[in-house]
């Protein structure tokens, strides 16, 4: 299964609010906290942004305003093109003023996470991780312990996203296999790395991590991922089953199904 992943920073949002549709400056403009409403903005712009790249559809800001992400009951992110639902999946993460989304095909299992690489404590290791990945945290050097706690929460959190269960699942009931040269990964920040995870009653996900400016990505998916694609960089995959059409006075609209998304 191949997955396209896109990132974008705050300075990247643009300061006025065109690109949102009705509906979802609606729901922005409810949110108290600006905190609440920055991230929201930043998380929209960033799928809006991978999923234009993706389908090969209008870049023009006003434009964006047709594409929307709304939640779903679950929480999980359901993508609308032109006030029908899409035919694609996405899964949004995002951390510290910058935002992921990773965009995949319909009715799949994928998962994505951001995590910043910083110091966490000994009950946050004791509450959180397998006796296996405690051991290996117990073993691995000072230095290299940030970034290896950030990379084993960031796997779980993808998984939980993958799963569509949330924090509603015990963590410990999720193990992260890592390669023996996972310290390394660092070296070549733009390089994306393969791991495992396993989870009893669901198998075993195959997922990818990459470290960079502080910040642990990683996306997890079943079936097998190849290594994710840059949404805007790579070569975006033409939709099936779907049908475009123009009305309105040249407006394009979409039309599909009704999809499961992540």
Same mark, same amino acid.
């Given at each position: 299964?191949? +997955? %396209? &992943?896109? !990132?974008?920073?705050?300075?990247?949002?643009? @300061?006025?609010?065109? &690109?949102?549709?009705? !509906?979802?400056?609606?729901? *922005?403009?409810?949110?108290?906290?600006?905190?609440?409403?920055?991230? &929201?903005?930043?998380?929209?712009?960033?799928?809006?942004?991978?999923?234009?790249?993706?389908?090969? *559809?209008?870049?023009?800001?006003?434009?964006?305003?047709?594409?929307?992400?709304?939640?779903? !009951?679950?929480?999980?992110? $359901?993508?609308?093109? %032109?006030?029908?639902?899409?035919?694609?999946?996405?899964? *949004?993460?995002?951390?510290?003023?910058?935002?992921?989304?990773?965009?995949?095909?319909?009715?799949?299992?994928?998962?994505?996470?951001? $995590?910043?690489?910083?110091?966490?404590? $000994?009950?946050?290791?004791?509450?959180?991780?397998?006796?296996?990945?405690?051991?290996?945290?117990?073993?691995?050097?000072?230095?290299?312990?940030?970034?290896?706690?950030?990379?084993?929460?960031?796997?779980?959190?993808? @998984?939980?996203?993958?799963?569509?269960?949330?924090?509603?699942?015990?963590?410990?009931? +999720?193990?992260?296999?890592?390669?023996?040269?996972?310290?390394?990964?660092?070296?070549?920040?733009?390089?994306?790395?393969?791991?495992?995870?396993?989870?009893?009653? @669901?198998?075993?996900? !195959?997922?990818?991590?990459?470290?960079?400016?502080?910040?642990?990505?990683?996306?997890?998916?079943?079936?097998?991922?190849?290594?994710?694609?840059?949404? +805007?960089?790579?070569?975006?995959?033409?939709?099936?089953?779907?049908? %475009?059409? &123009?009305?309105?006075?040249?407006?394009?609209?979409?039309?599909?199904?009704?999809?499961?998304?992540?």
């Amino acid at each position: 299964m191949e +997955i %396209y &992943w896109l !990132e974008q920073t705050e300075p990247d949002v643009p @300061a006025d609010d065109h &690109w949102l549709s009705p !509906e979802e400056s609606i729901c *922005l403009h409810s949110m108290r906290f600006a905190k609440r409403r920055n991230d &929201w903005r930043l998380g929209r712009w960033t799928a809006k942004r991978a999923l234009v790249a993706h389908l090969r *559809l209008p870049t023009d800001i006003r434009a964006l305003a047709d594409v929307e992400v709304h939640a779903a !009951e679950s929480g999980a992110p $359901e993508v609308f093109l %032109y006030g029908e639902p899409a035919d694609v999946a996405i899964s *949004l993460s995002h951390r510290a003023g910058t935002a992921l989304c990773t965009v995949g095909p319909p009715l799949s299992n994928f998962g994505c996470d951001l $995590e910043r690489i910083e110091p966490r404590s $000994e009950a946050f290791v004791a509450d959180y991780f397998t006796a296996a990945e405690q051991g290996l945290i117990e073993r691995t050097n000072l230095p290299d312990r940030s970034l290896l706690l950030a990379l084993l929460w960031s796997g779980k959190e993808s @998984a939980l996203k993958a799963l569509r269960v949330g924090l509603r699942l015990d963590t410990r009931r +999720i193990s992260v296999v890592l390669s023996d040269d996972w310290s390394q990964g660092t070296s070549h920040p733009e390089k994306w790395r393969p791991f495992q995870l396993h989870h009893p009653p @669901a198998g075993s996900f !195959e997922g990818w991590w990459r470290a960079q400016h502080d910040l642990v990505r990683t996306v997890v998916g079943d079936p097998p991922l190849s290594s994710p694609l840059h949404a +805007i960089q790579g070569h975006p995959l033409a939709l099936t089953a779907t049908s %475009y059409f &123009w009305k309105e006075k040249g407006r394009r609209c979409f039309s599909s199904g009704r999809s499961t998304l992540s």
